[in-house]
């Protein structure tokens, strides 16, 4: 039998082959019935089916429960009078109705009831399933907030991309997101800012007033907000990770609840500019239980099986300083010690509250997490291994190629932006490596960062992710890298699905004149070199002697 060619309209994301021996034609009314009639539903909103048995005339999906399939593993089956549907659980519903949208016209993208009669799907059979089980996105809604219809949309480009984990970066200096029931002052205070910097430290101009916009910058999510998100995500198939980032990265929480300073803490201000500003929280008893109470708020208002507590980059500059600190340090064996103790307590704080703590490397270097606690690396990929070999579970998040803040080129068309270049390639190349032999923690898998310092606005955000993500995301859910060569074909179908679902994502070949940096607010008026960004990477790990394993 001869196999049709499919066009590129048809090739699946992540690449997958097809043999098909003719077609669907999607032409009657759908039914839908089994145990995963909803995710149908939900799943397959574009082809309106209507839950109920099979009748003569009606195109059948039917839905059956298959224990023996991985979690979020599906099997599809397009034969000439229906859809037939396996899977183990919900996940794995959900999963297949991507493939059936990716299978018709990129018009099956767009976000409402669209379905033409001459849509057709191919004559299939296909079994998929993930290589990894933690396939995430990051989003910094502290820098630069996503308002929650934003953040809404990324749970479902995540979904649409297989990605199953939406890690929200809630706090930073320059901004608290979460509503505090306990701590009213962290709306009407941390949650905006008055002016934001337009520079970027590399065009060394440090505080030059020039460089502040003079615009108030704020948004936070209230506990409402915050369960509408979970409950969206849940149906999509994803999870949310809460990231409440301590005992650094303060600025916005200090200048709300002074009490959480060191004694003798001068006055913050919910930060305008970007970069390493030493703003630590003080590790005392008093400021570490309000800590506790705010990370149970969290946990309260977002429904996860985790919560991250940061602790990357804590600046001890203000403990050192301190007397009261210093002493207190004394059975820590000194602030360097006491670090490790704060980390610790934070990873207790949260297992108290029955969630799994995840924490960056940084945390992993000081020493004294709990084992449960997952660590997540930026710094280096060795430092992960050496985490798994210590024990802990760990996900991937390596600056190059994850961080998709560094521009794909280092062209003067490139929008401002931290560094470049970091390419659609280096993402392509990029697979998490497995946890080395005899290690008693595992790789569980890998995520794609989107810090917003220099990210204002939604078109700017959905410039920076794809498709690099789309192409991270691939990788993480086939465990192997993309051949871009191979696959232009298959890219270029995806594009097309993202441009359905109106995403401003950047053309392989550079951006359209409309996305360019031009000479206003958005020129780059500097960028961290790739080598040099590299550099300062191996040295913060060299600095940094990790625990023995
Ligand atoms: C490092 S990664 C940071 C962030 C910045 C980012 C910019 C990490 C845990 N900390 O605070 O936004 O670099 O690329």
Do not use: K
């Amino acid at each position: 039998m001869i196999v049709p060619m499919l066009p590129p309209a048809l090739s699946l994301w992540p690449p997958h082959p097809i043999a098909s021996t003719g077609w669907l034609v999607l032409d009657r009314t759908l039914t839908v019935d089994g145990p995963w009639t909803a995710q149908m539903r939900f799943g397959l909103h574009v082809l309106d089916p209507l839950p109920g048995p099979a009748t003569g005339s009606t195109i059948h999906i039917r839905t059956v429960a298959d224990p023996a399939l991985a979690r979020e593993g599906y099997r599809l089956d397009v034969h000439s009078s229906g859809i037939d549907i396996a899977a183990s659980s919900p996940l794995g519903a959900l999963q297949a109705t991507t493939t059936i949208r990716q299978l018709l016209p990129a018009q099956a993208w767009t976000s409402t009831a669209t379905r033409r009669d001459d849509w057709r799907l191919p004559l299939t059979s296909l079994s998929d399933a993930p290589a990894l089980e933690y396939r995430g996105f990051m989003l910094d809604v502290s820098r630069h907030f996503a308002p929650v219809p934003e953040v809404l949309r990324w749970i479902e480009l995540a979904a649409m991309h297989r990605l199953n984990r939406l890690h929200l970066h809630l706090t930073d200096d320059q901004g608290w997101r979460v509503e505090s029931p306990s701590h009213p002052a962290l709306a009407e205070v941390a949650s905006w800012r008055s002016s934001t910097w337009i520079g970027h430290s590399r065009g060394g101009r440090g505080m030059d007033p020039a460089m502040l916009d003079d615009t108030p910058h704020g948004g936070l999510y209230t506990t409402a907000d915050l369960r509408e998100i979970t409950v969206h995500a849940a149906r999509c198939g994803v999870t949310i990770v809460p990231e409440v980032d301590l005992p650094g990265h303060a600025s916005a929480l200090l200048a709300a609840i002074p009490e959480l300073g060191v004694p003798g803490c001068p006055p913050q201000q919910v930060e305008p500019r970007w970069g390493l500003l030493g703003r630590t929280i003080s590790p005392m008893p008093g400021p570490m239980s309000i800590v506790a109470t705010l990370l149970g708020e969290v946990a309260d208002a977002i429904d996860s099986p985790y919560l991250h507590i940061g602790g990357d980059e804590a600046d001890l500059t203000m403990w050192r300083e301190a007397d009261e600190v210093r002493r207190y340090s004394e059975p820590h064996g000194g602030v360097e010690g006491l670090r490790a103790a704060v980390n610790a307590q934070l990873a207790r704080d949260v297992l108290a509250l029955g969630r799994t703590p995840i924490a960056w490397d940084d945390a992993f270097v000081a020493g004294g997490l709990p084992h449960e606690t997952i660590v997540m690396t930026w710094r280096s990929v060795d430092l992960g291994l050496r985490a798994a070999g210590a024990g802990h579970d760990v996900v991937m998040a390596p600056v190059v190629p994850t961080y998709f803040d560094y521009a794909e080129s280092t062209s003067p068309d490139e929008p401002l932006s931290i560094g470049a270049p970091l390419t659609l390639a280096d993402v392509a190349a990029w697979t998490p490596p497995p946890a080395r032999a005899g290690s008693r923690g595992r790789v569980l898998g890998g995520q794609g960062q989107l810090w917003t310092e220099y990210m204002p606005d939604a078109a700017t955000r959905e410039y920076r992710a794809f498709p690099r993500l789309s192409v991270l995301a691939a990788n993480l859910w086939t465990g192997v890298p993309t051949d871009l060569d191979a696959d232009t074909d298959a890219l270029a179908a995806h594009l097309a699905r993202l441009d359905a679902r109106h995403v401003n994502h950047r053309p392989v070949g550079g951006p359209r004149p409309w996305q360019r940096a031009g000479s206003g607010a958005r020129a780059p008026l500097g960028i961290y070199p790739m080598d040099e960004v590299s550099q300062y990477l191996d040295q913060a790990a060299q600095h940094s002697e990790p625990p023995p394993d």
